[in-house]
């Protein structure tokens, strides 16, 4: 922990008083070092539920005492060809929350207005709220990409995201298949318990074959396993900022038409789609909650894979 003082917004800013910060496996990332690191000392965390203490001039669409999210995406240009075609998620010029500016493992944070998501909830929603702002909304982004036709719906890597993309691709009428590393039979109960008609190793089939597969795993041999699962045209989607490498694997797991994509970060638009679906269909949020000065075991607790569901800091 360290003591600094509580900083002003500038123009087109707010400053947050932080209720709860969830914990994202790209936290972990960017504390391992295994992403490059554009300013440091950084203070992480991009799943930030606060209430707005200070308006900067021009912080417009907001008021004190309001209560908004903060993921990811903290600015984007605007003017890139990406930001003009509605895809501001792979900006040219982006700024991350947590990553190119100080995010929420803090009392107070500063982030700029036009990025704040309004949520209309209670304080005592905050810890509930803050892992749909990059677990769930990472989550509904892979979702869209695996394809409204993709009934039948793989997950590999069972941890914050899956839990509750779990959740919301069962309220669509999917049905959902979860792989968890080879017999670990908790986290395959977990997923059962959340509605999964089928859970198993990675190293196993399903007893059908998926229309599509989500990897929220950052284990590159992931990818020919979950080719193998997925019919003739189906998907496979890679949820995460950061995979080890891809084995090589043979064609014919590609061939017949399968895809293999990745999504990047996320729009302002798919922050609103997702939070309007989740008022409509609550999802239970499994959140092991973490006082702020204890930051520290809970990225180790992430690191070690001992948290069923996400791990929330509460300052
Ligand atoms: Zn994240
Ligand atoms: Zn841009």
Request: aromatic share 6%; hydrophobic share 45%; glycine share 12%.
């Amino acid at each position: 922990m360290e003591w600094r003082n509580i900083p002003e917004p500038g123009p087109g800013e707010l400053r947050l008083r932080v209720l709860a910060c969830a914990v994202c496996r790209t936290d972990l990332h960017i504390v391992d070092g295994e992403l490059p690191l554009p300013l440091l000392p950084i203070v992480p965390g991009h799943e930030i539920v606060g209430v707005v203490e200070a308006i900067g001039s021009g912080g417009t669409g907001h008021r004190l005492g309001d209560r908004v999210g903060v993921p990811w995406l903290g600015h984007s240009c605007g003017c890139c060809a990406y930001c003009t075609s509605g895809h501001e998620n792979l900006c040219d010029a982006p700024r991350f929350t947590g990553y190119h500016r100080d995010g929420g493992f803090a009392s107070h944070v500063i982030a700029e207005a036009a990025f704040c998501l309004p949520l209309d909830m209670p304080e005592a929603d905050a810890v509930r709220i803050a892992p749909l702002l990059c677990a769930g909304l990472i989550g509904w982004h892979s979702l869209k990409a695996a394809g409204e036709d993709a009934r039948r719906l793989g997950i590999f890597g069972f941890g914050a995201a899956a839990h509750l993309v779990t959740q919301a691709a069962i309220a669509q009428g999917r049905e959902v298949f979860a792989f968890t590393r080879p017999a670990d039979r908790t986290t395959q109960a977990f997923a059962r318990s959340l509605g999964a008609a089928w859970a198993g190793g990675s190293n196993e089939r399903p007893p059908q074959p998926l229309d599509a597969a989500i990897i929220f795993a950052p284990a590159g041999e992931l990818v020919p396993a979950a080719l193998r699962v997925v019919r003739k045209g189906g998907r496979v989607v890679c949820g995460g900022i950061q995979m080890s490498n891809i084995p090589a694997f043979p064609y014919r797991l590609l061939w017949e038409e399968r895809g293999l994509v990745s999504v990047a970060n996320l729009t302002r638009a798919d922050a609103k789609e997702f939070l309007d679906f989740v008022r409509e269909h609550p999802l239970q949020v499994h959140a092991k909650t973490y006082p702020l000065a204890q930051a520290n075991e809970a990225l180790a607790d992430l690191r070690a894979g001992r948290i069923e569901g996400v791990a929330v800091l509460v300052p």
